[in-house]
């Protein structure tokens, strides 16, 4: 009787592996027929070679860019790069990338950046928060921007048991910031089983030096994340789950679930547009040819802009789309003015004006 119900148990378990390895399968190769869609004035920006993953820009139109990420899982095009992180002035005629210097005593060599999110002060200090995988763990390290010698001043590097696998961040105050958790687990083998498995255990968390706190959960992959312009609703991109989800912010810093916005597309990186509060969503299109890089057949690219987000009826549409012919990998869309720059994951980043 034991051997029947461990039989049973045994069958069933592999019934449920078996039927989420499909669905996991469904997921990867889903490619949807790409339609161009690129606005009149795009060219690539040179000098971001080794990617361009997040772009953060500041009303003053100074644009920060994390290049050169070294991710498990993901195909790295030049793995001998140091991380760095460029600025670019849009309000230049042809703005160019530049790489900013940063301070001594801050380990460069193990600058691995991903999400990126300013912070200005009450006294108009810049901080740049830059989400770090030093030995492909997760910290987030604090730059002070200067301006005038464009540089960054390392001040703090945070470190926490709950800051694993670190994705995206937002900033609302001196030390204070959301961040995303796209993994649960953190060893090649069980991230694999997680993702198959669809375990939905990745969170949003809230850190501040007083109190750290997971304030949302339940996502399949937590990824970007951004704010409202009236700072009440925090947008998280599962990326997985092809969605974005609409949190209220309370006054204890907890999030609840206004609504999620369903894409099909796995959406990566957040901004808002500053002139209307719309979501600027960078997608991908094509996972399976994302995460088996074929140069004679590469990832496509997606940025969607979703207004009334929201109304009963958010309006999704794309604002770029390419084969891969021009850009792969988009992760990021930032817009400034009427310009737009694009990041990716594999090269340089596109600049359009709209
Ligand atoms: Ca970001
Ligand atoms: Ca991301």
Redesign the pocket.
Known sequence: MGKLVLLTVLGASLALIGERLLTFREKLTASREMKFIEPQNCHLIEGLENGS??IDILPSGLAFISTGLKYPGMPNLAPDKLGRIFLMDLNEQNPKAQALEISDGFDKESLNP??LSTFIDKDNTVYLYVVNHPHMGSTVEIFRFEEQQRSLIHLKTIKHELLKSV??IVVLGPEQFYA?R?HYFTSYFLVLLEMIMDFHWTYVLFYSPREVKVVAQGFSSA??ITISLNQKYVYV?D?TAKNIHVMEKHDNWDLTQVKVIHLGTLV??LTIDPATGDILA?CHPNPMKLLNYNPEDPPGSEVLRIQDVLSDKPRVSTLYANNGSVLQGS??ASVYHGKMLIGTVFHKALYCEL
């Open positions: 993953e997040d991903h999400g994705n995206d995303t796209d990824n970007g991109a990326v990566d990186n960078g992760t990021v």
